[in-house]
């Protein structure tokens, strides 16, 4: 869980820094969309390899982690299965305790995002054919597509909220009351720079900023 | 009836007389109640005796020869059990505290069978993990002219000069190992910062030698046998069975070979059979319903043993502890102790007039406050011994001049009168004085806990503080092997009389637990356990049957009477009894008085309480209702034991002897000696186990 | 104090529970929650009610026995301005005329055996497979003979005052008894005398903490607030951290 998270939140991390491109023009941006297809680590690996195994990494992170979520969340019904009448949580941030169901719908919404900027089965406003560059300025000229990624970033950077700080604490990092202090500030951190770093970009096309 | 009796009395031929008492017992069981009263009246108003004089009694185990080489000799005399046979034989031991629990885990670990019993649902929950202040050892890390002799001498001074000086020296010379044990165990003791054992000094004792672990030295000494305990249990050498209460002993042919207990979850009634029983059932103070003893401490298992032949050593010993939180009201169930260390730098005080004592005590000026105790005894002021704090603060509480809120108390006439029960523990002078951080630094863990608990801020208003039931003294009596009279049965810890004499010391009880069970038991068991294994026996054996079915009957009839009265009712009634006629201080009347009084309520209680539920299910008013039915008569043992003493000693106040001055006064021309009953109804037997001090000389104590 | 109670009433482990309401006049803000249970159930008693069965012991919040989780916090501390067991909670932590809800502590690993009382013996087991040192009777060194570090000592007294009373379990979301196992853990791992069984011992305990059926720690820290002798959080990252070094360890199970 712990590891997985991690590696998805690195993901996120380098994914965002790409996005950011989209400030330097269509140029910049293609030329990154396409070198991350091409010949990275080349000739250690054949051309066009690394982002297949990339993607299978980011896979198999991503079912390890469901997988575990499933088995966590299994043995909790188990160890839970009677709720109280009354309950009255005391500690638990609105993070903590929505990362089940936070995770499930950030899923399905990654599927949609999938589909409709890898995959192009779901094309929002662009003809086939189209660029990365344009394909994401086209997109977020539309209002709704921005405010529907807004609030899954909202449900994203939540559950990096609580799970970056969770994932280093199973890590066995969480030493002292200071340190979980510490943890939770930087767990902040990441989620708002997530945050603000993935929607700057749409932001600033909705609002003209980027043609 | 007395003739047949004195008859049989003596150690010798103690399994035949045994085996003939247990079957009147058995019979009895049944109308118990009702027989044991009509026997009552009697006695007490018409002979005049209220017990008959037996035989003397003397420990045999012990071996001869100087006093340092007594434990050593009777190690090597012993009859061992070869390792091979250990598993063959199986052993009971009730209660899980810190002799009990230890003594589990020691004997798991050399090889026998062990069956261990508690009533809570875990071992580690026995009372003895609410100790707070620490553990004496003779270890002399101090380099303070301590020594094992300096501790046995203390241990026997504090004792007032009631306990066997054998017992003690034995206690004194193994309490340096119990350190090493618990240490090795990963028991987290007070360090210094160069990573060594830190210690602190105790109970008005001129040497550092009490070793503690903040405020839970019991807690933590406790765990450490737990663990021990579970590490058995894993092993598969010690089976526990929690949620069972010992309710019967089984005896046959005169040897102890089991238990009934009842399955406190489904209410089953089952025989544990054995080759031999150790009692580690702690004390008995909860015969005064308001004790620092947690709410389950009863005297069952104890009383249960002596009605099958244990006689039962100077239950009068009482120790009544100073600084405990007064009581709140009438629905108070048990009392919270602060530690003692408190009396070094508060002072105690009540108001000169009646009329101020609802007064916020701020606004009472100096002059209108009466430092009794620095009054009464200039030399030692504040800090006199447990028992003396003890009974002044009752006498003024008794002149009208407690502090607190006022609760209703029952008077000799009928009557009832509301009393405050309180005097003050004033820090007022050594916070203007050191200032309010030094005294957090020292006491802050105790202020709190009294805040939350009161919900008075101390570092402003005077802490209320009333004496409160800490410790029993008194118990089954045990020789040095510590067996009961009743072979092959053996009591250890607080269950047993054996250490402390007439007071004890502060920090000993816990040394004393862990001694018997992790030192001396597993070194005398074996003794007995050499000449096992004993005739197989079934749970069909007529003498199992017979405890078994006295049990059922007993529990049926407490379901059956089906009164008007709850059981805790009786019990606090009870509790007010002992407290008032039995408690820190005791007179021929008030004695006198208090056995008519709890007979009556006895009586009473057999026909008018109500249990409800059944046997066959959790049933928690039925376990309270057997207990209170046990206090009752130990209580009647205790009265008849404090009447019987005509001497003021440690925990034991008799008004009649006291200096012209109003402290306590032994004669030790008559009653250096301790005193061990034998069941007998109404009227016990009374053993006089005689008490020779070979090297400590007898004084008495003197502390103004 | 008049109050409103609504108790957990269940008559077996197999029986259906229900909520039942008792009203309780004459209690007094003095009283702890426990003697306020009392008087209910002399009330019950006399009116030939069966009375609410819960557990509870040495009632100065040290054995552990106690414990019920009242308006739906462990230990009622959501009432208490401090940690608390629900012993040490006084009556005056409640308004005259509250409504007072009484449930049992529910965990797949804590099965109810009547109304308020559980069977918590899954702790003992937990105990049982690795927490403790393995020393005989007579087995010691002088206490002496290894020094400890202070802060060491320190570290191991903390975790070591966990009264094994089960509100962390009760409180947590995910029914984990992390709590509980990682005190055991970091008591005795912080000790010289814990080290030659740290590895094994971490790997058992947990791997018994499972079979049990309690849940897994996500970190939330329910735990820790509800915990009566304050137990810090970043004893289970103490337990995580051996467990992971265990598994490069060879022994153990």
Known sequence: ?211 | MATPILERLGLRGRSARGQEHKHTTVEKDGAMATQTIEEAPASSAGEGRLWIDGSELRDTKAPAGPIEGKWAKRQFEAKLVNPANRRKLTVIIVGTGLAGGAAAASLGEAGYNVLNFCYQDSPRRAHSIAAQGGINAAKNYRNDNDSTYRLFYDTVKGGDYRARETNVYRLAEVSASIIDQCVAQGVPFAREYGGLLDNRSFGGVQVQRTFYARGQTGQQLLIGAYQSLERQVAAGTVKMYARHEMLELIVVDGRARGIVARDMVTGEIESHLADAVVLATGGYGNVFFLSTNAMGCNVTAGWRAHRKGAYFGNPCYTQIHPTCIPVHGETQSKLTLMSESLRNDGRIWVPKRAEDCDKDPRQIPEEDRDYYLERIYPAFGNLVPRDIASRQAKNMCDEGRGVGPAVAEPQPDGTVKQVRRGVYLDFADVIKRIGKDAVSAKYGNLFDMYAQITAEDPYEVPMRIYPAVHYTMGGVWVDYDLMTTVTGLYATGECNFSDHGANRLGASALMQGLADGYFVLPNTINDYLADGPFPKLTPEHPEVVAAVNSTKERINKLLSVNGSRTVDSFHKELGHIMWEYCGMERTEAGLTKALGLIRELRDEFWRDVKVTGENEEFNQTLERAGRVADFFELGELMCIDALHRRESCGGHFRAESQTPDGEALRHDDEFLYVAAWEYNGANPVLHKEPLEYEYIELKQRSYK | MNITLRVWRQANANAQGAMQTYQLADVSPDMSFLEMLDLLNEKLTVEGIEPVAFDHDCREGICGMCGVVINGSAHGRGSSPVPTTTCQLHMRSFADGATIDIEPWRAGGFPVIKDLVVDRTAFDRIIQAGGYISVNTGAAQDANATPVPKVDADRAFDAATCIGCGACVAACPNGSAMLFTSAKITHLAMLPQGQPERWSRVKSMVAQHDAEGFGGCTNIGECAAVCPKGIPLDTISQLNRDLMHALFKPDGK
């Open chain 1, 1 to 211: 869980m712990a590891i997985t998270g991690l590696i998805m939140v690195g993901f996120l991390l380098m994914h965002m820094y790409g996005n950011l491109k989209v400030f330097l023009g269509a140029e910049a941006f293609d030329h990154y969309a396409h070198w991350l297809k091409g010949d990275i680590l080349y000739p250690l690996i054949p051309s066009g390899w690394f982002i297949w195994i990339f993607r299978f990494v980011m896979l198999a992170a991503i079912v390890l982690h469901i997988y575990s979520a499933a088995v966590l969340t299994g043995r909790a019904h188990r160890a839970r299965g009677t709720k109280y009448v009354t309950s009255k949580p005391l500690q638990q941030t609105y993070a903590a305790r929505t990362m089940r169901w936070g995770g499930v719908i950030l899923a399905g919404f990654l599927v949609f995002h999938l589909l409709q900027f890898t995959a192009q089965v779901i094309k929002t406003g662009w003809n086939s054919g189209a660029g990365p560059y344009e394909m994401f300025v086209v997109s977020f000229e539309q209002w709704w597509l921005v405010l529907a990624y807004a609030l899954w970033m909202v449900t994203v950077c939540m559950h990096v909220r609580h799970g970056f700080w969770s994932a280093f604490a199973t890590l066995g990092a969480n030493t002292s009351a200071t340190t979980r202090k510490w943890w939770n500030i930087i767990a902040w951190a990441v989620a708002v720079i997530l945050y603000v770093g993935f929607m700057i970009a749409p932001v600033a096309v909705l609002i003209g900023g980027v043609r």
